[in-house]
Each structure stands twice: as C-alpha cells, then as structure tokens.
Nanobody
Framework: VRLVESGGGLVQPGGSLRLSCAVS????????MYWVRQAPGKGLEWVSS????????FYSDSVKDRFTITSDKGENSVYLQMTNVKPEDTALYYC????????RGQGTQVIVSS
C-alpha cells in the first residue's frame, strides 16, 4: 500500500483546511481508511475513520463536529475537511489503513497559529 498525504499548511484559529490522501497498491473498495495525527512530543492519535463502500464514519471527540472525512472511489482518495481549527489541532497528519497508523506516508504538517 502507498499513501501520500497533502494539503497541510499554516492556518489561523477558526480557519479551515482540506487534507488529501492518495491511495495506491491496495483495493480501495470495501476497506476502512483512517486519519491519525501526531502532535509535537506526543504519540499517534486516531482522528477519524471511513468505510470506503458504505461511507460510515467515526470521529474522535476532539474533532467531532469540526472535521469531516470523505472518500472518493473514482479518485482512490480520502479527504479530511478541517473547520474551526484550534491550536491543539497542530500536528503531523497521516492517513493509514488502521488506527495505529499502519502504512502511513510522510504525512502533511498542519500548524494552527495566529
């Protein structure tokens, strides 16, 4: 499996950002895909999950009602729409094939700061 994350950057508190994950080397349909993150000096934290066929989604309490995970079977991609971001959302964001971060790529850095 190859996962390539993109879309990170510097954003002000309360702003929005959309992360993308290009997926290859694995059958995209019928699988769970995950976003996890790692804040400076901390371990990996599960953020959100989506089933690529049913569209079922789950969110951690820390991002629920602010982040939205979606997938596009035609593009073999997973997205994370981040809204109303907070400084505590600052982290390196990865997509992965499980909530432990398996298969994750290089990640995309998100910095929330004024």
């Amino acid at each position: 499996v190859r996962l390539v994350e993109s879309g990170g950057g510097l954003v002000q508190p309360g702003g929005s950002l959309r992360l993308s994950c290009a997926v290859s080397g694995v059958t995209f349909r019928g699988m769970w895909m995950y976003w996890v993150r790692q804040a400076p000096g901390k371990g990996l934290e599960w953020v959100s999950s989506i089933h690529t066929t049913t569209g079922s989604t789950f969110y951690s309490d820390s991002v629920k009602d602010r982040f939205t995970i979606t997938s596009d079977k035609g593009e073999n991609s997973v997205y994370l729409q981040m809204t109303n971001v907070k400084p505590e959302d600052t982290a390196l964001y990865y997509c992965a094939i499980d909530d432990q971060g398996t298969g994750r790529g290089q990640g995309t850095q998100v910095i929330v700061s004024s």
